[in-house]
């Protein structure tokens, strides 16, 4: 990847965030505390951490749906007072409208933004067609695998050509070979223009895989991020082959050993013990 300059803002920036949510008892709860984290314009960082520790809360915030109790966000150089306008949010469940065909769910985004229909649906056929599913656009989303649906959800995300992708375990839900067709998929086409990815997973394997850097949160309450690692693996990867890799196995034994113990602090929360 290209060394920024020094001058060129990050496309996210968080400075210091705390996030709590109110009780129904009167009290409050810290879900993550003075969380920094920096991500360049055109770099893919994933967050792993423990069920809980507050990854999908960090995204909402850089999507401008959660303001912090403290601290502040920047994009690109801008405070984030409102919804990130910038920015495009792949969720873990579908987001499509099961009355439309697969064509209508990608065309929908440039439609709302005003684009005529006879200018959009060009477009997202267009997208259908990088997505591998150019002869499914007549098709609904209950006739459509989970992985179809998926890739329908990415096109429709991507038609609006947001500076910044993000993306809450979009590929959790699918086979374990489902995901790592997905995963080359979006590789292949973060490639093509280098956004600013901010990606969720609970897979350590996904994220070395996929990323430029991946950051570890710690278990909650008041989680914080513990580790940033550089993934110095060559580009472009084929999720499959990076697996084999020995350089993998050394970055995936020395970040599992910090995010292990981690891991089970979760676990023995969630059983109360």
């Given at each position: 990847?290209?060394?920024?300059?020094?001058?060129?803002?990050?496309?996210?920036?968080?400075?210091?965030?705390?996030?709590?949510?109110?009780?129904?008892?009167?009290?409050?709860?810290?879900?993550?505390?003075?969380?920094?984290?920096?991500?360049?314009?055109?770099?893919?960082?994933?967050?792993?951490?423990?069920?809980?520790?507050?990854?999908?809360?960090?995204?909402?915030?850089?999507?401008?749906?959660?303001?912090?109790?403290?601290?502040?966000?920047?994009?690109?150089?801008?405070?984030?007072?409102?919804l990130?306008?910038?920015?495009?949010?792949?969720?873990?469940?579908?987001?499509?409208?099961?009355?439309?065909?697969?064509?209508?769910?990608?065309?929908?985004?440039?439609?709302?933004?005003g684009?005529?229909?006879?200018?959009?649906e060009?477009?997202?056929?267009?997208?259908?067609?990088?997505?591998?599913?150019?002869?499914?656009?007549?098709?609904?989303?209950?006739?459509?695998?989970?992985?179809?649906r998926?890739?329908?959800?990415?096109?429709?995300?991507?038609?609006?050509?947001?500076?910044?992708?993000?993306m809450?375990?979009?590929?959790?839900?699918?086979?374990?070979?489902?995901?790592?067709?997905?995963?080359?998929?979006?590789l292949?086409?973060?490639?093509?223009?280098?956004?600013?990815?901010?990606?969720?997973?609970?897979d350590?394997?996904?994220?070395?895989?996929?990323?430029?850097?991946?950051v570890?949160?710690?278990?909650?309450?008041?989680?914080?991020?513990?580790?940033?690692?550089?993934?110095?693996?060559?580009?472009?990867?084929?999720?499959?082959d990076?697996?084999?890799?020995?350089?993998?196995?050394?970055?995936?034994?020395?970040?599992?050993q910090?995010?292990?113990?981690?891991?089970?602090?979760?676990?023995?929360?969630?059983?109360?013990?």
């Amino acid at each position: 990847m290209e060394i920024r300059q020094k001058d060129m803002a990050s496309a996210i920036d968080l400075k210091g965030v705390d996030v709590a949510f109110r009780l129904a008892d009167g009290g409050t709860y810290r879900a993550v505390t003075d969380a920094t984290l920096e991500v360049a314009d055109g770099e893919f960082v994933a967050i792993v951490g423990p069920t809980g520790c507050g990854k999908s809360t960090l995204l909402n915030i850089a999507a401008g749906l959660l303001a912090p109790a403290a601290g502040r966000i920047d994009i690109f150089g801008q405070p984030l007072d409102s919804l990130n306008r910038q920015a495009g949010y792949l969720f873990q469940a579908d987001a499509l409208f099961p009355w439309k065909t697969a064509l209508a769910n990608v065309a929908i985004g440039l439609e709302i933004a005003g684009v005529p229909a006879n200018e959009a649906e060009p477009l997202a056929l267009d997208w259908l067609k990088r997505v591998g599913l150019g002869s499914f656009a007549d098709r609904y989303p209950h006739m459509l695998s989970g992985g179809q649906r998926k890739r329908v959800g990415l096109a429709q995300v991507l038609i609006r050509n947001p500076k910044i992708l993000l993306m809450d375990e979009p590929f959790g839900p699918l086979d374990a070979q489902t995901r790592q067709i997905m995963g080359n998929l979006l590789l292949d086409l973060w490639s093509a223009d280098r956004k600013a990815v901010l990606f969720v997973t609970h897979d350590l394997e996904e994220a070395i895989a996929l990323s430029d850097r991946v950051v570890i949160m710690s278990a909650g309450p008041a989680a914080r991020i513990i580790g940033d690692w550089r993934i110095a693996l060559s580009r472009p990867r084929d999720i499959a082959d990076i697996k084999l890799d020995p350089a993998f196995h050394a970055l995936h034994r020395d970040i599992w050993q910090m995010l292990k113990s981690e891991v089970v602090k979760g676990y023995a929360q969630s059983e109360g013990r």
